[in-house]
């Protein structure tokens, strides 16, 4: 990833700046390797699920150290404004990406805070470019921040966010989730090995 701070001059709410005493991501040695595709974590996932007619369809590819890069093409079901992206999407994006962070902890995590930078507007049939890193881990504390670009992997900035999110075991979702999704999961033979592979005991 860039050098380029993605958040620029403003670090964001005092709740996404770690803490002094944060360590450094470390990648878990099963992560998939740089330039492997990571699929779906759900078939019905809005994010990355092939399951969602509207959804965001995105493509996330595992980068070096604790980072990903992402793509996705805004479509005409995206958007806020005639011919232009809705900003709940584009946070979408940014928000499925920075949660594919994730896998290369091998930790399941959901979004504990988000906050987005729109920088410019997105047209429809636009790809949008997308690049993530962990930035720091405390305890169940995960630091991350993204960035999405117009035009190309080095285009202009479009979006930009930083995020925390928050490490859960999978009885999170088991006891959260409406049960008619939960029990289609738990007999899905895909689903239990999916997330087998990151908690022994799901
Ligand atoms: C088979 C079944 C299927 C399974 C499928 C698996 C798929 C897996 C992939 C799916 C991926 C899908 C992903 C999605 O779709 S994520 C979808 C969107 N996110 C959510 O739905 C999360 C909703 N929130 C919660 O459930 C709880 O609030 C969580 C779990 C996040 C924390 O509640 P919990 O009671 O656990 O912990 P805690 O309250 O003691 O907090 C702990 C620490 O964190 C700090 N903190 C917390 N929140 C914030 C905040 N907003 N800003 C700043 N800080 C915050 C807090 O101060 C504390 O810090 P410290 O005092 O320790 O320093």
Partial sequence: MSTENPRGPSPGHPALIPPADALRPVRHPDAPAPGELLGTHYDHCFGCGGAQPHGLHLQARA???VSITAEFTVQAAHQGAPGLAHGGVLTSALDETLGSLNWLLRTIAVTGRLETDFVRPVPVDTQLFLQAEV???AGRKIYSTAVGRIGGPAGPVAVRA???FIEV???HFIDNGRQ?????AMADPDQIRRVRAFEVNP
């Fill in 63 to 65: 980068g070096d150290g």
């Fill in 135 to 137: 930035t720091a881990v």
């Fill in 162 to 164: 930083n995020a925390l």
């Fill in 180 to 184: 008619v999704e939960i029990q289609a």
């Fill in 169 to 171: 075991k999978v009885d």
